[in-house]
């Protein structure tokens, strides 16, 4: 007892509440970037929860391959509509302003999915996720930026790519392959994954919730005008290819997201929903997988790496589809998967790098908005092409105007190394 009221009574130095303080401070930043991870996390795999449900809703309401594009590009169009307007307003009025909404957004979207599976109910749905998808993107990425400085400022930035890119992709492979199992296993497989989400997204919001502000909300903010996509971060050349091999890659991430499913389920004859969602979670899963094996190489490294793969993959994949084997549409999948992940991460890492704290957020809003018109004109340009011709052909040419976009990256990047 005497020992406890002396130590509660011993006065704490200057000295030694100085160096206190800054050890809580920094307890907090790590804790709140393990939060804002996992919100991070939650929110990107929503988005790909009816990714392999979309044969379902095509059996059911006889939606085809090109109306399947159309629910897809509703989203996108939401994504790309938060970023011009929301995407980058965290560099002033703070990220968790931004976060909770987004967050409250997808949950709204959750509850309309568990409302109706009606086309109207269905295309609102995807488009306010969309909506929540673009606000976090950018958002979440510069917050675990600066929780991650705050928590360990003499650190290298390897650990806050790695969580933000896996994430990002990972969570696009988790959420698939979560709703892909829930649908094959347990009862009524429309709602049970949405159900599921839906707890998971209030866990989501309360974590955010809890985490530490990085941004002081400024009292001046500057006149509001949409997200502007800039190349003025420091090295216009290399802006521009970082965002060009986003495109590339969001446009592979389309692909599985979007039709691939379906490709499967009638081309390849395998209606297994939760195949769909492993073949998803494959792809996505060597992407963030190849991310962490490949943190120790070189921007231009990683760069290179992931246009070889993604040239091979996409090769690979539609030489399955003319032979209609799976074992090489899955192999050529992943592979696709891993070049675009790691050529994703390169771009990622040159964009932060690039970009100045006052405008990180809007710099990697711009980036994002390149990678989801990557995402979204692809895999609606294949919708379109699938009412003329097969599927077979139409992917053809998807690989011949892809392995063209990689070698204008490759012959840029190379040219803007030079200068």
């Known amino acids: ?15 030694r509440r100085t160096a206190m303080r800054p050890q809580a401070g920094a307890r907090r930043h790590g804790i709140g970037f393990g939060l804002v991870a996992f919100a991070f996390l939650t929110a990107m795999a929503f988005s790909t929860v009816p990714t392999p449900l979309y044969p379902l ?41 931004i976060l909770l909404p987004a967050l409250a957004l997808e949950l709204l979207a959750a509850v309309l999915f568990l409302s109706s599976s009606a086309l109207p109910v269905l295309l609102a749905a995807r488009f306010i996720t969309g909506l929540g998808v673009g606000m976090i993107t950018a958002t979440a990425t510069a917050h675990l930026q600066e929780l991650h400085a705050a928590h360990r400022p003499q650190a290298s ?35 049970t994954p949405y159900l599921v989400f839906a707890a998971l997204l209030v866990l989501a919001l309360v974590a955010v919730a809890l985490s530490p502000e990085t941004v ?13 996509i800039s190349l003025d971060h420091g090295d216009r050349a290399g802006y521009l290819v970082a965002a060009a ?45 190849a991310q962490s094996l490949t943190s120790r190489l070189s921007t231009a490294a990683k760069s290179r790496l992931g246009q070889a793969a993604q040239a091979v993959g996409v090769v690979t994949l539609v030489a399955g589809m003319h032979t209609a084997g799976l074992a090489a549409f899955l192999a050529g999948g992943v592979v696709a998967g891993i070049g675009a992940g790691v050529l994703f991460k390169a771009s990622l890492g ?20 390149i990678a989801y018109l ?5 895999a609606i340009g294949i919708g379109v092409a699938t009412l003329g011709f097969s599927s077979v052909t139409v992917m053809t ?23």
Not at 352 to 366: D, F, T
């Open 350 to 369: 040159t964009v932060a790098a690039l970009a100045v704290p006052e405008h990180r957020g809007e710099a990697l809003a711009g980036l994002f908005l």
């Open 57 to 97: 809703y095509m059996a059911r309401d006889g939606f085809s391959t090109f109306m399947v594009t159309v629910v897809f590009a509703v989203y996108a169009v939401g994504v790309v509509v938060s970023l011009l307007l929301a995407g980058h307003v965290s560099d002033w009025v703070g990220r968790k302003k």
């Open 157 to 191: 930035t390897q650990r806050f790519e790695l969580v933000s890119t896996g994430a990002n992709i990972g969570g696009l492979g988790v959420g698939a392959l979560i709703a892909g199992l829930l649908a094959q296993f347990v009862a009524v497989p429309l709602h």
């Open 245 to 289: 091999g986003a495109f590339a890659s969001f446009a592979v991430f389309g692909l599985f997201t979007s039709v691939a499913p379906g490709f499967v389920a009638g081309t390849l004859h395998h209606p297994s929903r939760a195949l769909a969602g492993a073949i998803v979670f494959m792809v996505f899963g060597g992407a963030a997988t």
């Open 1 to 15: 007892m005497s020992h406890t009221a002396s130590t509660q009574q011993r006065p704490v130095t200057p000295s």
């Open 397 to 419: 040419w998807f690989a011949g105007i892809l392995l063209a976009v990689l070698a204008l990256i490759a012959l840029s990047g190379r040219r803007a190394s030079l200068r």
């Open 374 to 378: 990557g995402l979204t004109l692809p």
């Open 216 to 228: 002081e909300e400024q009292f001046v903010r500057p006149s509001y005008r949409p997200q502007r």
